[in-house]
């Protein structure tokens, strides 16, 4: 088994779980398990120590409550389906990823976050109740009032905790299926970091920044601020486009690419961007479907085959507002001499989050991929130590080499996270490949 | 979505081409009349449609071997629904019903009695009003026997056959009948085998065509879900039986 960048590869048996009524029993049954949802994590975080249970059949909506706007679905559901059923209604979800293939299960554990952080906090915030299946194979039912141990330890938690059978949380409305645009050009890094700070009151931003430039121009960026469009933003389109369906996403490579094709891909078509938004200066506003907005690469699927057959890693790290500037500059420079990372880096500003292992702190996460190479390892080291010496972490859903020490410098709820397993039977029953390489 | 005010009754709704057909109906405004063995499970279902669309659905419980529980089944679902699509089937084992008398019996009844009997009733209904189209789903394994799955494909050939004299005694009537072979689908019955991409269908690519073909713009009595089905079955079936019954397929 492999995750979304084909790097780690560990053998693990693997179960699907078809129905709900069988999920206490199979969970139970078994130790060394790990719930596994749309295997849309990079590294080895669904990827059970003994066992692998996927519950992508768990992929029922169960009500919608309209007076709070509030959704249960069991735990295997897709965000794709949850657009494709909302959208119309005029509901969006309160936080999205990069791509809808993930299942709702996946985005708890993962307490993912979105282009609107900053503003309104990650998945889990939004969640207001969880079923969970427990070591024991008890449902447990948890929320901010009820067993809430369990419930902050289970945001963020990578299912250590349990197999997320059912979760409920709340939509936001909105009035047409458009975003509103904007672009800001950034000359450096020092730049960037001003420009995302001022976009704190837009609901959605995130910076791309150029990895190519170097010395005075080091992190110029295009920084993407979005509103959900209104009907009179909208109002020269035809009446049947206030909520357009998904973009069909067809395409997917029939074959691994070199590793270099990706990158050649994404550099041109950032400098293309660049010159043009730059030479205008402030860029007009323009509507963006939702899709190509949020999830820009679902239109290609597969591409994780674009780097080829070795795999691939991303790096996501966050760091506290007072050392962003120095330390992202000598994050980025080190990437630039390397010549090993992608051309193009994601920057964004983040909150606290809300799990006792979430990922977000306040601060910027920047991501980026690297190709595996046996050398990319020991950069990756010496860039680590720069995060943890700036007080900063990396987002376990993306990693697959962090050291131990990394991980325990990151993470300081730690403890309390191993306690509420311990006390929960989780530590003798709940086993990744990540739990095991970072000693969870 | 606005209701629209026809109905569907849709047995085997826990089936993935089922749930789907269900689904693409529902998305369309119809109300939806669900039926499968265990109603915790058809409970399910019915609320993940109607959560997803806002349809209104019912649930109901009929065991599609239970044929003296049919009439009385019939009458708990009203107003008469507008179409009637039947999905229900099992693949079996065939060397377990090579063995097996009651086995065989089950995969033979589960394909043709149940399903055939329960249409037969509908259409029945339906011609008495003078509306309504009825689906029922064989398969490709019907149009020929085959040493690895005849016992399947016998009950799949009779439900075809019981379909076509089914269309013929309803043609002036009012009442459509469809066949739908969906070829190979990804589904639960299939789970774990090795089946040739290009001729295998998602199941909401089964459903988009029943819907298209039953309620939709097109037309067409006997039809094959991807149209590759149709010149490939077309061989198959005029391949002479000495050589076919030589033939490992
Ligand atoms: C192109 C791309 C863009 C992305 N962009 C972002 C982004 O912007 N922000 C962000 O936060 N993340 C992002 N991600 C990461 C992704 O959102 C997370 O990895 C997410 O967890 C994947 O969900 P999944 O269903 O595929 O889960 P998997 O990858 O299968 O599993 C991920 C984790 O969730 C656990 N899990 C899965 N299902 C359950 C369950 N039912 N119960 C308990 N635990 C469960 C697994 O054990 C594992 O620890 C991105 C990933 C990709 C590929
Ligand atoms: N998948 C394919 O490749 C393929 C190809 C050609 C034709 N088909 C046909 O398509 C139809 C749907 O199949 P599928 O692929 O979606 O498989 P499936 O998920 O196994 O569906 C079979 C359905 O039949 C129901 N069923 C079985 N016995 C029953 C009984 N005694 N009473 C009531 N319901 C009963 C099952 O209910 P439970 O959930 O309660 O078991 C289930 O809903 C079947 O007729 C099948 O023969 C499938």
Redesign the pocket.
Known sequence: ME??GRYPRHESEVLVCRLPETLSGTVSSRAGL?????????GD??IGEHLTLT?GA?SRMKSFDEMNASLTVE??V?LSDILRSFIPRGYFPPV????K???????????????NHHRDG??GEHVSEIK?VVAGGEIVTCSRAKNSELFLA?LG?????????EATFTLRPITTGWIVQKTVVTENLADTLKALKQTDDATYSVAWIDCLSRGASLGRSLIFVGEHASPSDIAQMPKAAQFPPSKAARLSLPVDLPGSALNRASVSAFNDLYYRLGARKAARASLVHWDSYFFP??GLLE??RLYGKRGFLQHQCVVPDENALAVLSSMLDRFARSGKASFLA?L?RLRGGAGLLS?PAPGYTL?LDLPVAPDVFQLLDEIDKLVVAAGGRL????DARQSRHTFEAGYPRLQAFKEVRRTTGADRHFS?Q?GKRLGI | MKAIGKALLLIGATSDIGRATALVYAEAGWDIHLVGRRRELVQREADDIVTRTGAAVTAHELDILDIDRFEAFLSTVSPLPDTAVCVVGELGEQARAERELEHAAMVMRTNFEGPALMLGLLASRFAARGSGTIVGISSVAGDRGRGSNYVYGAAKAGLTAFLSGLRNRLSTAGVRVLTIKPGFVRTRMTDGMKLPPVLTAAPAEVAQRIFAVADGSKGGDVVYVRRIWYPLMAIIRSIPEPIFKRLRL
């Open positions: 995750g979304w790990i719930a596994r949802g749309n295997g849309r994590s990079y975080a669904a519950c768990l735990g295997g897709m999205v990823p990069g791509t293939f993930v299942t709702i299960g996946g985005m708890i554990a993962s307490d993912v976050h979105g282009k990650g998945f969970l289970t938690g990578m299912g250590l905790t349990g197999v997320v059978a690469l679902d591409w994780n994601v964004k990922f991501a987002y376990l859903a993306k990744s990540l």
